[in-house]
């Protein structure tokens, strides 16, 4: 494998409900300044630059947000954003990157990114994923990060640490979603379990091979798809295609039933940003708990998050709390309920509020 062997590919194609009020249709999660002063797409992007040039990175994202994520990304090719007609979970869209990858260079080693995670330590962060490429090329596997767990969190993934076949390398020995908090307790227990990171390093034609025995019938519209490439009709068969495509995740559908699937577990300071309750762990705290953007008067008020930067808020003899405010929309929630927002967006949509999604 050379260095330039190597290409990035963020999936930026995420709704971000749980950060509603803020993430909306129209600006998602990975287009907001959560944390840091630049969209978060901005900064994986710019992360990832020591080690892959603009030149070989590639976005997939929803085509309703293909001129914000050019807007944020300017140094990207043009060619480089693809656009999906419809979202489709990540294993189509990893598919599609897959094939613009092997059409720039048949051995290309492809590096899958989330567009909206938090990495502390990026130099720890490329130092893995470059020993991730060497393993997915050695071996011709499908690598995926581990993260070693630090606490027993329920709102993650989890993957079981099989027999390790090289230093700091292991066989995936089984996937499982997101656990009770008494099982992540056994999990963090035992030791032999990570975080499902979802950040991924494989060949593009290892990946393309694994989705053809797995996902037969997304294997060939993803063909179909290629067939077109660079002709008058692509864009026509991507729209037509695409949107028939079955929506499953690359975990799912390929991941948890390949056999030749590894794990690095690390430590990079990671945080999927999962939910406003993501931000205590991440944001400074003053003395009393509270963290607070904008301007806040607490009164014998504790461990509560404020998120309002245009109207002053005032708490009194609250506790654990989430308070957020935009101009149309003001969010109070339990921090034990923050996985929960997700649920006010879908009755938003069942009751066709669809001004406030």
């Known amino acids: 494998m050379t ?3 190597l290409y990035a590919v963020i999936l930026a194609g995420g709704s971000g409900t749980r950060f509603w009020p803020r993430s909306r249709h129209e600006q998602p999660k990975q287009l907001l300044d959560i944390v840091g002063s630049e969209p978060m797409i901005c900064q994986t992007a710019r992360r990832i630059i020591p080690l892959i040039p603009p030149e070989r990175t590639f976005v997939i994202t929803h085509a309703l947000h293909t001129e914000k994520v050019r807007a944020c ?41 989330p567009s909206d995670h938090l990495v502390q330590r990026p130099r720890e962060f490329l130092q893995t994923l470059q020993r991730a490429a060497r393993a997915a090329v050695r071996h011709g596997s499908l690598v995926t990060l581990g993260i070693h767990p630090l606490s027993p969190e329920s709102g993650y993934g989890y993957i079981r640490l099989g027999e390790e076949i090289g230093k700091g390398l292991f066989r995936a020995a089984a996937f499982v ?38 996902l037969p019938t997304i ?125 006010v967006v879908e009755r938003l949509k069942q009751e066709g509020l669809k001004e406030y999604l």
């Open 3 to 5: 260095p330039d062997s």
């Open 73 to 113: 990304l300017r140094d990207l090719p043009p060619g480089h954003i693809l656009a999906e007609p419809a979202g489709r979970n990540t294993a189509p869209a990893v598919g599609l990157a897959a094939l613009h990858v092997r059409r720039c260079d048949p051995d290309g080693v492809m590096v899958v990114l």
């Open 177 to 214: 979603e997101k656990p009770s908090r008494p099982r992540a307790v056994r999990f963090l227990r035992s030791g032999r379990y990570v975080w499902n990171s979802g950040i991924f390093v494989w060949k593009a034609d290892a990946i393309l091979s694994a989705i053809a025995r797995y």
């Open 219 to 343: 294997s060939k519209d993803l063909a179909r798809i290629d067939h077109a490439a660079g002709s008058a009709r692509e864009a026509k068969v991507l729209h037509a295609v695409y949107r028939r495509l079955d929506s499953i995740s690359i975990d799912h559908g390929v991941l948890e039933r390949a056999e030749n699937v590894h794990v690095i577990p690390a430590d990079f300071g990671w945080n999927d940003v999962g939910s406003w309750g993501a931000l205590d762990q991440i944001l400074r705290k003053r003395r009393d708990g509270n963290v607070s953007q904008g301007l806040h008067i607490a009164i014998d008020t504790t461990d509560t998050l404020i998120y309002s930067p245009r109207k002053l808020i005032a708490t009194v003899g609250v506790s654990g709390l989430i308070i957020v405010e935009t101009e149309d929309a003001l969010l109070v929630c339990r921090k034990d309920r923050a996985q929960d927002v997700r649920q």
